[in-house]
Structures are given as C-alpha cells and as structure tokens.
C-alpha cells in the first residue's frame, strides 16, 4: 500500500492551493482517509479526513477554508484550501488506516511521503 502526496507549493495569503494524494494496494473509499500537516518544529496536526464512507471531519481552524473530497475512478482523495493564511504553512501527509476512525495521528499506518506548502503574507 503507498500513498503520493503531490500539489504543495508556494503562495501568497487568500489564495488556493489543491493537494491530492493518490493511493494504491488500497481502495480509499472503504477506509478512512486523512490529511494531516506539521509546522516546523512542531507535532503533526490533524486537518481534515474521511471518516468512514461519506462523512467528513475538519479541524476547526480549517472549517469554511478547507475541502476534503475524492475520486473513487482515480483513488485519489484531495484537499481543497482557500483563503490561505500564513499559519497553514507546514508539510502536509495524507494517511490511511484500516483502524476505527480517529483523528489521532497515532491510528494511521500508512503515510505519503508529505508535500510542502508555504504561505507567504
């Protein structure tokens, strides 16, 4: 099983950004599926997930701004951040785990590598 996290980059506060996490050897939409994100020097947070077929769970810093949504015919499940702020820079992981769902980083056993977004003000 591998998940590829890909869409990070650089931009200016109150713009957009997509990232998208493509998985194989598992079907994203029988599992729950999470981002999650890490500031330097700090732990890695919890941001938005699929928490068990359609229903959806977001932080609360990110709620209104950012999107969890997926493509069942291309396994890939994406997130949709608007009116980015500076404090949204970190590397961002999507995670998928065949555990109960929790927004614990703890209960997930596969990671993408991560992808960098920085927000500039």
């Known amino acids: 099983v591998q998940l590829q996290a890909s869409g990070g980059g650089l931009v200016q506060a109150g713009t957009s950004l997509t990232l998208s996490c493509k998985a194989s050897?598992?079907?994203?939409?029988?599992?729950?599926m999470a981002w999650f994100r890490q500031a330097p020097g700090k732990e890695r947070d919890f941001v938005a997930a699929y928490s068990w077929r359609h229903d959806t769970d977001y932080t609360d810093a990110v709620k209104g701004r950012f999107t969890i949504s997926r493509d069942s015919a291309k396994n890939t499940v994406y997130l949709q951040m608007n009116t980015l702020k500076p404090e949204d820079t970190a590397v961002y992981y999507c995670?998928?785990?065949?555990?109960?769902?929790?927004?614990?980083?703890?209960?997930?056993?596969?990671w993408g590598q991560g992808t960098l977004v920085t927000v500039s003000s």
């Open positions: 995670a998928s785990t065949t555990n109960r769902y929790q927004r614990g980083a703890f209960s997930y056993d596969i």
């Open positions: 050897g598992r079907t994203i939409s029988a599992y729950p």
